[in-house]
């Protein structure tokens, strides 16, 4: 039966709110949607017919209440099927989930960034996709999602971005050569989407995503959506000039963050020590500088280098000082760090060491809820997956 624009609407707000804030009961998502009971009844039963939810009991009683028991709904698992991929200078992957965003199978291919205009095409990219595709046809996905390390501009079907390798970058490829429908978004803009509909426990707070790569972005999830999500400034939060008579940043302006906190200033500031000091440990480690990563300076910060430790010790001091703005400016109830940098438990610590010092206004004490976030390679494929869920399921 052919159901109408309403009706449509209705359905993905309730499935929405499942995803959101599951396991969760009829009766709740009635008063937290304002559709009636009846409506939240008879939707509810037909993707439970659909096997896309499923009832998992009663909700533990309150004491104090009494009255009809909750019958609580979730998400069932295996009702249908995604690719994620994630675009970067240091790899690509892919993965394969469910609709609850569990991984069936995966791939990556790390890049040599010292050679990425050789390792890294469109087509080498669309071969290496339609591959991972054909490797998944018994599961019949439904689509692609696809995180960029920019932003996705409709109309040219093209990146914007300040890095000219992902500018020139022609995505018309993939289009006229993949089949299935494929959605773009903002990498960071992804893992914010999957923390909402994946891994927020029921939890449906606002909260920011704090991404720290190559470059920076910060995205921020309020009342449910993604915020300011076709501005393309919002989130910049790498050129916030946190040192004004800091070096000169690709921007113009002097003492961005990035200049002091992203991993590619870090590795160009470690590569610089790579070139004039003798005694430093990135020598023993790699046999040239073009071959140092984020992992080749924890190790040398581990070794004691005193050159990447004020390196390091510098960045996590800005992205301090930058993390108690946003909680001044911006109304979140935590905020996610996620970042190859944070592999290192002592820079974790360190980071929440700083935080603990700064920002007791009015005689309050502000309990910062800062989460450091496990970093995989996979993370942003994995989030590129929740992107198509939200694209073709949800909405």
Request: charged share 20%.
């Amino acid at each position: 039966m052919k159901i109408t624009k309403t009706q449509r609407n209705i359905r993905f707000k309730i499935l929405d709110k499942i995803y959101s804030k599951g396991p969760i009961s009829r009766i709740d998502i009635s008063k937290e949607t304002n559709i009636t009971p009846a409506t939240v009844s008879e939707i509810t039963g037909e993707m439970i017919n659909q096997k896309l939810i499923h009832e998992i009991g009663e909700a533990i009683p309150e004491q104090s209440k009494s009255g009809r028991k909750k019958i609580l709904l979730d998400i069932s698992p295996n009702h249908s099927f995604y690719i994620g991929s994630e675009l970067s200078q240091k790899y690509i992957s892919f993965c394969l989930t469910d609709n609850t965003g569990k991984i069936i199978k995966e791939n990556s291919f790390v890049l040599s960034h010292y050679d990425l205009n050789n390792t890294l095409s469109e087509y080498f990219y669309t071969n290496k996709l339609q591959e991972f595709i054909e490797s998944c046809a018994e599961y019949n996905p439904k689509g692609i999602g696809i995180a960029i390390p920019g932003h996705f501009h409709d109309e040219s079907k093209s990146i914007i971005t300040n890095n000219p390798f992902w500018k020139n970058f022609n995505i018309k490829v993939l289009l006229d050569n993949i089949q299935l429908p494929i959605f773009f978004e903002n990498n960071v803009k992804c893992m914010t989407l999957a923390e909402r509909l994946l891994f927020n426990n029921g939890n449906d707070d606002n909260f920011i995503f704090f991404h720290v790569g190559r470059g920076m972005f910060c995205s921020y999830m309020y009342n449910g959506e993604l915020y300011a999500k076709n501005n393309y400034l919002v989130g910049e939060i790498g050129h916030i000039v946190v040192h004004p008579d800091g070096e000169l940043c690709e921007c113009g302006k002097r003492g961005c963050l990035q200049t002091y906190a992203s991993e590619a200033w870090i590795i160009k500031k470690a590569q610089i020590i790579f070139d004039n000091s003798e005694s430093t440990y990135l020598k023993q480690l790699v046999s040239e500088k073009d071959k140092i990563t984020i992992d080749t300076i924890l190790k040398a910060y581990l070794l004691g280098d005193e050159g990447i430790i004020h390196i390091l010790h510098s960045a996590i001091k800005y992205l301090a000082i930058t993390l108690n703005n946003l909680y001044m400016m911006i109304d979140s109830n935590k905020i996610i760090i996620h970042g190859e940098l944070f592999k290192e438990p002592l820079l974790s610590s360190l980071l929440k060491e700083h935080l603990d010092k700064e920002l007791n206004l009015l005689g309050l004490q502000n309990n910062k809820d800062v989460i450091i976030k496990n970093y995989y390679n996979y993370t942003g494929a994995l989030a590129a997956s929740a992107l198509c869920i939200n694209e073709l399921l949800i909405k």
